[in-house]
């Protein structure tokens, strides 16, 4: 027992002589005065497997760049007396490193440099710790179908240490159209040859359209009964930018069309949607005429 003891005491001793060698890694350190000063861009803990630690952030499209802030950080048991000069680029072979790690995601894509802008440089002010980063995202340059990502790296911080495990962070960036959102939902639905109540008037239900491309949105079209209605998948709200007309369609159901005597539209002042759309045949036909009032992001 005796001898065991002893162990046990050589072991803590060497770890106290060297700390870092007894933990994860040295950002992780307990006590920042037993560690070398870092600049780092503080995002959560290092995956382990080699990819890139990431932030990420949902767009709604909209004619106004969108504000977007991380942090840099000096981690060190004090601050400094002078300035620290963080130079920032964008570093494509991160971006590929982080997609590697990610095998079964789509790929993303590097946002382009139209559609955001960022400082290359950043300071971290005499006796401060942190500084917030600005990013502008210019949504509309953004395509809601891809995925993409912003890879950022500290490529100079004055002559400070560089944080290997958190020098560099990839911004996942998703986009969504204008439209997209929750919505209240009210209006009247038919279904020739109906006995079971799924004919009549709706309201109170909730929908969620999600962003299918630049200026669609998915739909699902219920009942009276709020159930949804069959045979017509892939059912999309597709406007016109320049008129704001709404164009119904159904990739399950080539029938699927407009009411011609409704003018299907998108009112962008109330953002509501007013639809109006026929599909299938006598003795099987049926209609819906919807109402559909944004509430909120989803």
């Not at 949902?58 to 004619?63: A, G, R, W």
């Not at 993409?148 to 962070?169: C, H, M, R, T």
Request: aromatic letters at 10%; proline letters at 6%; one cysteine or more.
């Amino acid at each position: 027992m005796k001898n065991k003891n002893i162990f046990k005491g050589l072991i803590a001793a060497l770890c106290i002589i060297s700390l870092s060698s007894c933990l994860k890694n040295k950002n992780e350190q307990p006590d920042f005065s037993s560690t070398t000063p870092v600049v780092e861009i503080p995002v959560g803990s290092p995956v382990g497997d080699g990819s890139i630690n990431s932030l990420s952030t949902s767009l709604i499209q909209k004619d106004v760049p969108t504000d977007y802030y991380f942090y840099i950080n000096y981690a060190a048991s004090s601050t400094k007396p002078t300035d620290i000069n963080v130079t920032l680029a964008i570093d494509p072979a991160t971006l590929l490193t982080y997609n590697k790690a990610h095998p079964t995601d789509t790929p993303l894509k590097i946002v382009p440099s139209n559609a955001f802008t960022m400082p290359t440089t950043i300071t971290i002010p005499a006796n401060g710790r942190r500084v917030q980063v600005p990013v502008k995202f210019v949504s509309t340059a953004l395509d809601p179908a891809i995925g993409y990502g912003l890879p950022i790296i500290i490529k100079d911080a004055s002559s400070e240490v560089i944080s290997k495990n958190f020098g560099a962070v990839v911004i996942n960036v998703a986009v969504r159209n204008r439209y997209d959102g929750k919505y209240s939902s009210k209006g009247y639905v038919f279904r020739e040859g109906d006995t079971g109540g799924l004919t009549g008037f709706f309201k109170g239900l909730s929908k969620d359209l999600s962003s299918n491309g630049a200026n669609a949105v998915n739909f699902s079209q219920n009942w009276a009964d709020g159930n949804g209605a069959g045979g017509i998948d892939g059912l999309t709200i597709n406007v016109d930018p320049a008129t704001n007309k709404v164009t119904m369609k159904s990739k399950g159901n080539a029938t699927l069309a407009n009411d011609p005597a409704y003018d299907n539209r998108y009112d962008p002042a109330t953002q509501t949607f007013y639809i109006s759309f026929k599909w299938g045949a006598s003795p099987t036909s049926r209609s819906a005429t919807d109402t559909l009032k944004y509430v909120s992001i989803r």
